[in-house]
């Protein structure tokens, strides 16, 4: 069974910041390419950041590049997002997501995780 756990949301002040991070078990980590993505309350889920299976590519949107960073432990199997200067803008629920394929779009990615709660106040 596929698992995608996340943690490390909660509530911080505007400028500050968190570090999510998204434990995967069940499949080859490996083999999988890790995204994160973002809902806020009455908008679309949105891409925030992708990291190739190796770790030797990355990519953002750009609300959050030069603010936030993903990374990842393949020994570990886990995905990181360090967020920096956060926002009120930022407030969503952050995903993460694995599909074999790099791709920005979320209708791509074949498993997710439940999600963790990020809040920002101004």
């Known amino acids: 069974q596929v698992q995608l756990v996340e943690s490390g949301g909660g509530l911080v002040q505007a400028g500050g910041g968190l570090r999510l991070s998204c434990t995967v078990s069940?499949?080859?980590?490996?083999?999988?390419?890790m995204a994160w993505f973002r809902q806020g309350s009455g908008t679309e889920r949105e891409f925030v950041a992708r990291?190739?299976?190796?770790?030797?590519?990355?990519d953002y949107a750009a609300s959050v590049r030069g603010r936030f960073t993903i990374s990842r432990d393949n020994d570990k199997n886990t995905v990181s997002l360090q967020m920096s200067s956060l926002q009120s803008e930022d407030t969503a629920v952050y995903y993460c997501?694995?599909?074999?394929?790099?791709?920005?779009?979320?209708?791509?990615?074949?498993?997710w995780g439940q999600g963790t709660q990020v809040t920002v106040s101004s």
């Open positions: 997501a694995a599909d074999m394929r790099y791709t920005p779009r979320q209708e791509d990615y074949l498993y």
């Open positions: 069940g499949l080859l980590f490996n083999d999988y390419n």
């Open positions: 990291i190739r299976r190796r770790g030797n590519g990355t």
